[in-house]
């Protein structure tokens, strides 16, 4: 009677163990029901925007057998989506490489903030009405630049760059009381409109092509010069506390955005449809044709010269430590690609 109660006492023990080791297989957890995607405007977005319309994350997550549902948001810059992400609201922000630096280096061994891909590589343009203005050099107190986020932007960054360049060593920050915060459709309105203190935008595609379709619009700067050749705009990034937890949606959002960008580069036309329909965009669809074919820009999961941006903003201390590489700003599916 006794080893018959020793048996099954020893049997019981062993079912625990087992369920206890079930419960901490991270295999067996469950995977977030639902999850918020952030993206910006402009073409620069359009495989996010694909992904939404398409349900692409949906459906690369039931073939791995997960049932999600994605809910998307549109920010106007990429600062805005960090704080989101910091607050576990967000699941996966998109925007321009400063907004991820900045976050990488803040959250090292806690959140550790990662990229997932890259978007694309495009030219940005810093457009003016001021007839005045030929170069960075002639901007003055009485002129307004309208770009995504102040000081970290991409395009804020570039602008610090061509000041550095043009006014000397630690003067990159003299042309940033001229930049206001604002989403590119506001800029652009402000721009157009004649009326704004902002008389100039750093924008993106498409909008700096619409803006110097107009009369008395002029470009002073296009970020490929300040960088020394192309350069990835936008990346899509998320925490690593959020890929070990739900490894096949992170898988499912790559394989989606694969998916987006190809759909892309097989045919620009159907892109370029896609784009206005989406967006409510009113160019022609020959002029956003035209934009997706300009090979300087190019749809690519490909990180391009990443580091040049995590320098200066190291040297500068925008951040205060430095990514010995561009494989340490994302997360491992990635480093199989030739980024830089």
């Known amino acids: 009677m006794l080893d018959?109660?020793?048996?099954?006492?020893?049997?019981?023990?062993?079912?625990?163990?087992?369920?206890?080791l079930f419960a901490a297989a991270p295999w067996a957890r469950a995977e977030m029901a639902e999850i918020k995607?952030?993206?910006?405007?402009?073409?620069?977005?359009?495989?996010?925007?694909?992904?939404?319309?398409g349900g692409l994350i949906e459906?690369?997550?039931?073939?791995?057998?997960?049932?999600?549902?994605?809910?998307?948001?549109t920010f106007a810059g990429g600062n805005v989506m960090n704080d989101a992400l910091l607050s576990g609201s967000l699941q996966f922000a998109s925007g321009g490489v400063g907004p991820l630096i900045t976050l990488w280096a803040r959250t090292r061994g806690n959140l550790d903030v990662r990229g997932v891909a890259a978007l694309n590589s495009m030219?940005?343009?810093?457009?003016?009405?001021?007839?005045?203005?030929?170069?960075?050099?002639?901007l003055t107190e009485k002129d307004r630049i309208g770009l995504p986020a102040v000081k970290i932007s991409v395009q804020a960054l570039a602008l610090q760059m061509a000041a550095e360049e043009a006014f000397g060593p630690g003067q990159q920050n003299r042309l940033d009381p001229l930049t206001v915060t604002m989403s590119h459709p506001d800029a652009m309105q402000a721009l157009l409109s004649g009326q704004s203190e902002v008389n100039a935008h750093f924008g993106s595609p498409p909008f700096q092509y619409q803006e110097l379709s107009r009369p008395?619009?002029?470009?002073?700067?296009?970020?490929?010069?300040?960088?020394?050749?192309?350069?990835?705009?936008?990346?899509?990034?998320?925490?690593?506390?959020?890929?070990?937890?739900?490894?096949?949606?992170?898988?499912?959002f790559v394989k989606a955005?694969?998916?987006?960008?190809?759909?892309?580069?097989?045919?620009?036309?159907?892109?370029?449809?896609?784009?206005?329909?989406?967006?409510?965009?009113?160019?022609?669809?020959?002029?956003?044709?035209?934009?997706?074919?300009?090979?300087?820009?190019?749809?690519?999961?490909?990180?391009q010269n990443v580091m040049k941006y995590a320098d200066f903003m190291f040297k500068?201390?925008?951040?205060?430590?430095?990514?010995?590489?561009?494989k340490d700003l994302f997360f491992a599916n990635a480093h199989g690609l030739p980024g830089s």
Do not use: C
């Open 37 to 53: 995607v952030a993206k910006q405007y402009g073409i620069s977005y359009l495989p996010l925007m694909l992904m939404e319309d």
């Open 216 to 252: 008395g619009m002029h470009r002073v700067l296009n970020n490929y010069d300040v960088m020394g050749g192309a350069v990835t705009f936008n990346l899509a990034w998320t925490s690593e506390k959020f890929r070990a937890g739900n490894p096949k949606l992170y898988a499912a």
């Open 316 to 326: 500068t201390g925008a951040i205060k430590v430095k990514p010995e590489s561009w």
């Open 123 to 138: 030219p940005l343009y810093l457009v003016t009405r001021n007839p005045s203005v030929k170069s960075v050099k002639d």
């Open 257 to 303: 955005l694969d998916e987006a960008e190809a759909m892309i580069n097989r045919d620009k036309r159907a892109a370029a449809e896609a784009y206005l329909r989406i967006s409510k965009d009113k160019d022609s669809l020959e002029n956003i044709e035209k934009m997706l074919n300009d090979p300087e820009i190019v749809y690519t999961t490909t990180p």
């Open 4 to 20: 018959t109660l020793a048996g099954r006492y020893a049997r019981w023990l062993a079912a625990l163990a087992l369920l206890a």
């Open 59 to 73: 459906k690369q997550a039931k073939a791995a057998g997960v049932d999600v549902k994605v809910t998307w948001a």
